[in-house]
């Protein structure tokens, strides 16, 4: 079980690997320009639990309706920081 950080957008070719290669018992966060990835459907063809820091999808003048994805605020995220044994960034 690892937390994966997502933080560019589509076009980025680290994060389709990264995503490419998560596993059902992932968390996957998508934080800074990562949190573009929650407008999308085709997200859910990956693996793993998908979540999305709240405050950047937010500030980029999105509403949590707009989300595919769990929304997570900063205490959220500490937490999922603490149950998972690995991150990759």
Known sequence: MAMILIKYGFDHPAEKIKLENSREDDAVVFI???VFWALKKEVKNYKGNFFALKEDFLSRGYSPEDSVMELVDYNQLIDLIEKNE???G
């Open 86 to 88: 690995k991150s990759i």
């Open 32 to 34: 800074q320009n990562g």
